[in-house]
């Protein structure tokens, strides 16, 4: 799950390896837990597919997002998952998990995916229960201050009826920078969006 998108294969201290990809044109990435306020941004593991499916079943969710389908399929959850701890570092997902100061194990999912040019487009969902808190804010904040794929700028688009999230993005130093569409499997139509880019060198 992209702005909004969704195995515990070989373990390492920061719970996963992503290795080459399958066509060996990327180096090895040992995916960190990237710490924040009052939450962590860790590796994905199979134990989050209960909560997964129950966020992600939410219509008022996948309708925010590009690529959840509503109503949710038998297995989706299952193969997000797999994606996620597939060797690519391509891709990067993580759960942002607040059990470190008392709160849920996963609150919502944020990914980096890697563009051409030292750029990645952050994408990210939150729980319904958890919007309008800091939680999103304070995930995106702490990826960017972690930058862990060494990027010189972060890409990210949000539906036009999403203000709250294009809200989390500007609070997060992204300028605007245009209008596009983006299809929603939820929705079955394109809808309009904001383009927003955060520079980080």
């Keep these: 799950m992209s702005d909004a998108s969704i195995k515990d294969p070989i373990k390492s201290r920061s719970g996963a390896i992503l290795a080459a ?40 969710l996948a309708k925010m997002t590009t690529s959840i389908p509503h109503p949710l399929p038998p297995g989706s959850t299952e193969s997000f998952i797999a994606r996620a ?20 194990e996963l609150k919502g999912v944020i990914s980096l995916k890697r563009m051409d040019g030292e750029q990645s487009e952050i994408g990210y969902w939150v729980a319904p229960s958890w919007w309008n808190s800091n939680v999103a804010s304070a995930a995106v904040q702490a990826l960017v201050a972690a930058n862990p794929l060494g990027d010189r700028s972060f890409f990210a688009s949000v539906f036009q009826d999403n203000p709250g999230a294009a809200r989390v993005l500007t609070k997060s130093g992204f300028g605007y920078v245009g209008d596009a569409e983006a299809y929603s499997v939820a929705r079955g139509a394109k809808v309009p969006t904001w383009t927003y880019i955060r520079k980080l060198d």
Excluded: C, F, N
């Design 21 to 60: 990809s399958a066509k060996q044109d990327a180096p090895a990435y040992d995916q960190p837990t990237v710490p924040g306020d009052e939450l962590d941004l860790r590796p994905l593991r199979y134990s989050d597919s209960g909560l997964i499916d129950l966020y992600a079943a939410d219509e008022r």
């Design 85 to 104: 701890l597939q060797p690519s570092p391509r891709e990067v997902i993580w759960a942002i998990d607040s059990s470190r100061a008392g709160g849920a």
